[in-house]
Nanobody, 128 residues
Framework: QVQLVESGGGLVQAGGSLRLSCAASGRTFSSYSMGWFRQAPGKEREFVSGITRSGARTYYADSVKGRFTISRDNAKNLVYLQMNSLKPEDTAVYHC?????????????????????WGQGTQVTVSS
């Protein structure tokens, strides 16, 4: 069992930056692939970024590529999402997720059902 708690959300002006953190419980954090997803009001949950167990490979949605950076610290059971050049369309609740992702590549990491554990989310609001 893994429990995930996100933090770092808030209100920021367009062009600004935020750094989200996700703290994971348990001793087996390094055995899980991690992902960040977001959900805006009235929209489906969408993939933002994913990272492999070791952190060697990362994946990004086209909408955030070049602006967001995912990283992890397995010694501290933390995963981060650095978000730069934020836009109003980035406004959403951001959730981190952990899973024994069974395959490789962007398409695999972007699938919601590859993840078994989800955090409650942190609100990110970007004003124009």
């Amino acid at each position: 069992q893994v429990q995930l708690v996100e933090s770092g959300g808030g209100l920021v002006q367009a062009g600004g930056s935020l750094r989200l953190s996700c703290a994971a419980s348990g001793r087996t954090f390094s055995s899980y692939s991690m992902g960040w997803f977001r959900q805006a009001p009235g929209k489906e949950r969408e993939f933002v970024s994913g990272i492999t167990r070791s952190g060697a490979r990362t994946y990004y949605a086209d909408s955030v590529k070049g602006r967001f950076t995912i990283s992890r610290d397995n010694a501290k059971n933390l995963v981060y999402l650095q978000m730069n050049s934020l836009k109003p369309e980035d406004t959403a609740v951001y959730h981190c997720a952990a899973g024994q992702v069974s395959c490789s590549g962007y398409g695999c990491y972007a699938r919601v059902n590859e993840y078994d554990y989800w955090g409650q989310g942190t609100q990110v609001t970007v004003s124009s």
